[in-house]
């Protein structure tokens, strides 16, 4: 019960069948997913059995970030029309106000709120084969191998192995303790070189190219990058391949076929068994002896990486520290969404399930891989909605506030300062 207000009515003039103090319980689910672009309709409802008069229902959509009320319905119905990621991934609840006996003896004006609706929209995408790399380093390959490779050199991510048209190369850096990361990303095709550094500068041919959040930019007529605030988009039309690039140490390598290829990210022939084929044909079982065999190192200088990075620190703690984040209700709902439509969406992604970041997870809580105020558990949570949006499934900005994570405009600025400086250059994102 939200507040109280006397009618004035004598008790029996104007009865009700429910006491005010035992309230109406309003109910809506928690979580609910929206199909894009279709109508979504979302009853308000009180129990069959209680007979108090209803004056008024009201949706209400609240802001996350700022706790604002703006009422969109005043029906039990709540109505959307063609929703799309950003128009209608929200959250709302339901305000009904109705009549029912005071224990004094008159009727009374009484309002009542549901819990918080969370609306996600599900654009009904089936993936491509995904390389995804990310943390210290943990890696995806395009046939869903999951593995970790701590190496610390410039490797080959990549390739069209066939033709040679084009190439990945990944540089991995030094991170937290006794880990590393990838700190950019190049990619080569027959006429030009594109290279996704850190803090969202991207270098063509040693020309800075200007990103703007939620604008697309045509380079020249083979290529375009899209920036949407979280990651950059870089697309190449022939060859088809897109990368995305989170401007910290998270990148997807999408490409449109089957097409064999080569690099860390496996042989993408939908066989994750033989994804350690090396260029000469022997199947490795070491993960840290197939990641050293695709340094790009001439003159000897790359060392083989230790076969596994011990860690010190408490795992349990590390463990609750991932699970507030990867198992908050949200995240549970869009997983278990998610394997519902699994057959529906192909293979999509190996980790379309949050819990399966947990390990990866822990192991950077302890290898500190953190970057200013973005803990490691909070990167984990960044990832898996980076992953779920390329699936198809869009969920509403303000996620962080209930796990105590940093928000989008505190994430950009740690992002823009981990590259080169923009100078006078406006800076890619947009602000009030």
């Not at 279709?38 to 009180?46: A, F, L, N």
């Not at 703006?70 to 063609?82: F, P, R």
């Not at 190192?297 to 596994?308: E, L, M, Q, S, Y």
């Not at 408490?314 to 991932?322: M, T």
């Amino acid at each position: 019960v939200v507040s109280t207000q006397s009618t004035g009515y004598e008790f029996g003039e104007l009865r009700a069948s429910l006491i005010c103090s035992d309230g109406i319980d309003v109910s809506v689910p928690e979580y609910d997913v929206v199909k894009y672009g279709k109508q979504y309709t979302q009853i308000c409802r009180v129990p069959a059995d209680v007979r108090a008069q209803v004056l008024q229902y009201e949706w209400v959509k609240v802001d996350i970030e700022t706790g604002e009320e703006k009422v969109v319905s005043s029906d039990s119905e709540l109505n959307i029309n063609s929703a799309s990621c950003k128009k209608n991934a929200a959250v709302y609840k339901c305000r009904v106000t109705y009549i029912c006996d005071s224990d004094v003896g008159y009727s009374t004006t009484t309002t009542a709120e549901s819990s918080e609706l969370t609306l996600m929209v599900d654009r009904g995408y089936v993936s491509n084969p995904i390389c995804q790399i990310f943390g210290d380093p943990h890696i995806i390959t395009f046939d869903q191998k999951i593995y970790s490779f701590q190496g610390e050199c410039t490797y080959l991510l990549a390739m069209d192995a066939a033709q040679g048209s084009w190439f990945v190369y990944g540089k991995f850096t030094q991170c937290g303790n006794n880990g590393t990361c990838i700190e950019s990303v190049t990619v080569y095709t027959a006429s030009y070189a594109v290279e996704l550094m850190r803090g969202w500068v991207i270098n063509q041919n040693g020309r800075k190219l200007p990103v703007k959040e939620g604008k697309t930019l045509y380079p020249d007529e083979t290529m375009s990058l899209y920036f949407d605030g979280y990651e950059v988009f870089l697309e190449i039309r022939e060859p088809q391949i897109q990368l995305t690039w989170d401007g910290i140490m998270n990148l997807k390598i999408e490409v449109s076929s089957r097409a064999t290829t080569l690099g860390l990210c496996g042989n993408n022939n939908a066989d994750p068994d033989d994804d350690f084929l090396s260029y000469y044909g022997n199947l490795l079982d070491d993960p840290t002896e197939f990641g050293h065999l695709q340094a790009v190192d001439r003159h000897g200088h790359c060392k083989k990486p230790p076969a596994k990075v011990e860690m010190e620190g408490d795992v349990d703690a590390a463990r609750a520290e991932c699970e507030q984040v990867l198992q908050s209700g949200l995240f549970e709902y869009t997983s278990d969404y998610l394997e519902r439509q699994a057959t529906r969406r192909g293979s999509a992604h190996e980790l379309y399930r949050s819990d399966k970041l947990i390990d990866m997870c822990i192991y950077d809580v302890m290898a500190n891989m953190g970057v200013e105020e973005l803990t490691a558990q909070c990167y984990a949570g960044y990832n898996y909605v980076s992953i779920v949006k390329r699936l198809g499934i869009c969920i509403p900005e303000g996620w962080q506030r209930t796990v105590g994570c940093v928000n989008k405009e505190e994430l950009q600025d740690i992002t823009i300062r981990q590259g080169c400086p923009w100078g006078e250059t406006p800076l890619p994102f947009n602000r009030d």
